[in-house]
């Protein structure tokens, strides 16, 4: 029944009498067309062209920096929610585990912890709370919106609760520098970015891992029935996820000097709408880092943008909300096209 | 190949490949198998029939390792092995082709075919070699596809089952288990599918083969095992059975003593 509706590229492909296996891919040309990040260059250049025009000081190299820093923290966790994601999970709670690592970060060094020793804490809570999102998940198998979402009350109530909810400052210049200064006029948090966003990118695209967390979010009883321990993968994806939200949140305190009660409210919807922009999809199996990348810098060019165009800021949520509801309309058109059994 | 025991010509006949002895299985209170065995013996075809409920796909699951026994005994080359993992069928050489195929349909052919167990490279996975490995196994066993890039969810019904068998050859199972590999199928498909199981078999492989389709099984089984309500009713050779036989045993009509008195569902739980 579906043999009817099957898109013409594919049966123009058996059409052509292809009568062995061969390992050749589509051509250069049609694989630009097809891939989900072709439209959003395309949109960031034809946005770019535009507010050039109306506001020459986007171009300067002073404007991208800040563009490209605004993105970094929604990357550095954006590329773990991409796993996530891709593994069909979904993890709500880095914006509350985002506060435990700029809260504890800040307060242990304003005990007087060492700089290592208070980032690695915070970190490892990040870690720990990963670990209870993913064991939550897999073994007694409540569904990840709802274990994720309990975390995201439990991490930030937990984190203002011990902290008291002030506002910590100062803290040392030793650790400042982590998150305010550069490198040969680089700015140190975009090495970061860099730096995570290229690991991140090797582990999904080229080791077995990454294979069989993508194989997890495609098919979890394939996956399973093939030998694959997925349960334990999964529980190490939310893990990760866990660590990089800790990890920018201490970025963000170190970045503000101090740690602030009320960073990461609503982040984590900004970590996903950046993920599905980027043309990962929310049913599993597919998606990139660098998807992912694409769709953070979109965010904040489009911020930094509005900004210099003059329009309200509030407008922002307005665009930010179409673009993703288009995103996602791409990804089904795109799924549709590619799979026969589509049944999504 | 079959490393172990001696000739290969003489074991084949007289020793079983895999053997399965008193499975029970039970979900709740619904008893899957009752005490149901089979044998595989190595380049032979056995086929499992029988109706739906009869325990056909619980004894397949048992073998793969996605389900375990509630009791009963299994043996590889005669020495006894326990299954509790889908690993352990695939380190014991027992392969299985799901019904569903348990395909991911994201992935390309190539991913699916070494799905669990890619070719590495140091802590990487070697894409190269699975695409060439892959192309050479589709291309040997003559499943025409685009290109072993293309993602499984654009195949046909008929691509899908080949990509399916492949990596159940792939994994050198000696014994492989077909659950339907032709239920989906056309009948240029289904043809396709019984050379590709015949080959298998002349290469000295033990296949289980579980259908519906009596014609099917008739053509391609040496010989041919019948559950009933999660016990075995009745075991024949091909050659010396007939359709009417086998539906018999199917049905309930004819009842084989000797397999051990069966008798309607049973209360008695397996503890």
Same mark, same amino acid.
């Given at each position: 029944?579906?043999?009817?509706?099957?898109?013409?590229?594919?049966?123009?492909?058996?059409?052509?009498?292809?009568?062995?296996?061969?390992?050749?891919?589509?051509?250069?040309?049609?694989?630009?067309?097809?891939? #989900?990040?072709?439209?959003?260059?395309?949109?960031?250049?034809?946005?770019?062209? %535009?507010?050039?025009?109306?506001? #020459?000081?986007?171009?300067?190299?002073?404007?991208?920096?800040?563009?490209?820093?605004?993105?970094?923290?929604? %990357?550095?966790?954006?590329?773990?929610?991409?796993?996530?994601?891709?593994?069909?999970?979904?993890?709500?709670?880095?914006?509350?585990?985002?506060?435990?690592? *700029?809260?504890?970060?800040?307060?242990?060094?304003?005990?007087?912890?060492?700089?290592?020793?208070?980032?690695?804490?915070?970190?490892?809570?990040?870690?720990?709370?990963?670990?209870?999102?993913?064991?939550?998940?897999?073994?007694?198998?409540? #569904?990840?919106?709802?274990?994720?979402?309990?975390?995201?009350?439990?991490?930030?109530?937990?984190?203002?609760?011990?902290?008291?909810?002030?506002?910590?400052? #100062?803290?040392?210049?030793?650790?400042?520098?982590?998150?305010?200064?550069?490198?040969?006029?680089?700015?140190?948090?975009?090495?970061?970015?860099?730096?995570?966003?290229?690991?991140?990118?090797?582990?999904?695209?080229?080791?077995? %891992?990454?294979?069989?967390?993508?194989?997890?979010?495609?098919?979890?009883?394939?996956?399973?029935?093939?030998?694959?321990?997925?349960?334990?993968?999964?529980?190490?994806?939310?893990?990760?996820?866990?660590?990089?939200?800790?990890?920018?949140?201490?970025?963000?305190?170190?970045?503000?000097?101090?740690?602030?009660?009320?960073?990461?409210?609503?982040?984590?919807?900004?970590?996903?709408?950046?993920?599905?922009?980027?043309?990962?999809?929310?049913?599993?199996?597919?998606?990139?880092?660098?998807?992912?990348?694409?769709?953070?810098?979109?965010?904040?060019?489009? *911020?930094?943008?509005?900004?210099?165009?003059?329009?309200?800021?509030?407008?922002?949520?307005?665009?930010?909300?179409?673009?993703?509801?288009?995103?996602?309309?791409?990804?089904? %058109?795109?799924?549709?096209?590619?799979?026969? *059994?589509?049944?999504? | 190949?079959?490393?172990?025991?001696?000739?290969?010509?003489?074991?084949?006949?007289?020793?079983?490949?895999?053997?399965? =002895?008193?499975?029970?299985?039970?979900?709740?209170?619904?008893?899957?198998?009752?005490?149901?065995?089979?044998?595989?013996?190595?380049?032979?075809? @056995?086929?499992?029939?029988?109706?739906? &409920?009869?325990?056909?796909?619980?004894?397949?699951?048992?073998?793969?390792?996605?389900?375990?026994?509630?009791? /009963?005994?299994?043996?590889?080359?005669?020495?006894?092995?326990?299954?509790?993992?889908?690993?352990?069928?695939?380190?014991?050489?027992?392969?299985?082709?799901?019904?569903?195929?348990?395909?991911?349909?994201?992935?390309?052919?190539?991913?699916? @075919?070494?799905?669990?167990?890619?070719?590495?490279?140091?802590?990487?996975?070697?894409?190269?070699?699975?695409?060439?490995?892959?192309?050479?196994?589709?291309?040997?066993?003559?499943?025409?596809?685009?290109?072993?890039?293309?993602?499984? &969810?654009?195949?046909?019904?008929?691509?899908?089952? /080949?990509?399916?068998?492949? =990596?159940?050859?792939?994994?050198?199972?000696?014994?492989?288990?077909?659950?339907?590999?032709?239920?989906?199928?056309?009948?240029?498909?289904?043809?396709?599918?019984?050379?590709?199981?015949?080959?298998?078999?002349?290469?000295?492989?033990?296949?289980?083969?579980?259908?519906?389709?009596?014609?099917? @099984?008739? =053509?391609?089984?040496?010989?041919?095992?019948?559950?009933?309500?999660?016990?075995?009713?009745?075991?024949?050779?091909?050659?010396?059975?007939? =359709?009417?036989?086998?539906?018999?045993?199917?049905?309930?009509?004819?009842?084989?003593?000797?397999?051990?008195?069966?008798?309607?569902?049973?209360?008695?739980?397996?503890?």
């Amino acid at each position: 029944m579906t043999r009817q509706t099957e898109s013409s590229t594919i049966s123009s492909a058996e059409a052509a009498g292809v009568d062995r296996a061969t390992t050749g891919g589509l051509a250069l040309g049609q694989r630009i067309l097809v891939s #989900p990040q072709f439209l959003l260059v395309a949109t960031i250049v034809v946005f770019s062209a %535009f507010v050039t025009l109306q506001s #020459p000081q986007y171009l300067s190299v002073l404007n991208w920096t800040n563009i490209l820093r605004n993105a970094v923290f929604i %990357f550095i966790v954006g590329a773990f929610s991409t796993y996530v994601l891709v593994s069909a999970g979904l993890d709500l709670s880095v914006g509350s585990i985002f506060v435990v690592g *700029a809260l504890t970060v800040a307060n242990l060094l304003f005990a007087g912890v060492p700089i290592w020793l208070s980032i690695a804490v915070a970190v490892a809570f990040g870690v720990v709370a990963g670990l209870v999102n993913g064991v939550l998940v897999n073994y007694v198998q409540i #569904p990840s919106f709802i274990v994720t979402l309990g975390m995201l009350y439990v991490a930030r109530g937990l984190a203002t609760f011990v902290t008291g909810g002030r506002p910590i400052a #100062p803290l040392p210049e030793a650790f400042n520098v982590i998150g305010q200064g550069d490198i040969f006029g680089v700015p140190l948090l975009i090495v970061y970015a860099v730096v995570v966003g290229v690991v991140a990118h090797v582990i999904l695209e080229y080791t077995p %891992f990454g294979l069989a967390l993508r194989a997890i979010g495609g098919n979890r009883e394939a996956a399973r029935v093939a030998g694959i321990d997925v349960r334990r993968i999964s529980v190490v994806v939310y893990m990760l996820s866990g660590a990089s939200a800790a990890f920018a949140g201490m970025l963000m305190s170190a970045r503000l000097g101090s740690g602030q009660p009320s960073v990461g409210t609503g982040f984590e919807l900004q970590v996903i709408s950046a993920v599905i922009i980027g043309g990962t999809s929310m049913f599993g199996g597919i998606g990139s880092v660098t998807g992912t990348a694409l769709g953070a810098l979109v965010l904040s060019i489009l *911020a930094n943008g509005l900004i210099l165009l003059r329009i309200d800021p509030t407008l922002q949520n307005v665009m930010v909300g179409c673009i993703i509801v288009a995103a996602v309309a791409i990804d089904q %058109f795109r799924r549709s096209r590619m799979f026969r *059994a589509f049944r999504r | 190949m079959n490393g172990t025991g001696g000739p290969a010509t003489d074991s084949a006949s007289d020793h079983p490949l895999l053997e399965l =002895r008193n499975a029970f299985k039970a979900f709740g209170y619904v008893v899957a198998l009752e005490n149901a065995s089979l044998s595989a013996y190595a380049g032979s075809v @056995v086929a499992l029939v029988g109706d739906n &409920g009869a325990g056909k796909s619980t004894m397949v699951k048992v073998l793969a390792g996605v389900h375990g026994m509630d009791s /009963g005994e299994l043996f590889v080359d005669g020495l006894p092995v326990t299954i509790d993992k889908p690993s352990d069928a695939q380190g014991l050489g027992i392969s299985t082709v799901f019904q569903d195929l348990a395909l991911v349909e994201a992935l390309d052919i190539a991913a699916n @075919v070494y799905l669990g167990r890619p070719i590495k490279r140091g802590l990487f996975v070697n894409r190269p070699a699975m695409l060439e490995g892959a192309a050479d196994l589709l291309r040997d066993l003559r499943i025409r596809v685009p290109s072993v890039r293309v993602p499984v &969810g654009s195949l046909s019904g008929g691509q899908r089952q /080949g990509v399916a068998i492949a =990596r159940s050859v792939l994994q050198q199972g000696r014994v492989i288990v077909m659950d339907e590999p032709t239920a989906a199928l056309g009948v240029r498909e289904t043809r396709h599918v019984e050379e590709i199981i015949a080959e298998l078999r002349n290469s000295g492989r033990a296949i289980v083969l579980v259908s519906h389709d009596l014609e099917l @099984v008739f =053509r391609m089984a040496d010989r041919i095992e019948v559950l009933r309500l999660g016990a075995v009713q009745g075991v024949r050779e091909t050659k010396s059975t007939t =359709r009417e036989e086998i539906v018999g045993l199917i049905t309930g009509l004819l009842n084989e003593p000797s397999v051990g008195g069966h008798e309607p569902v049973a209360n008695q739980v397996p503890a």
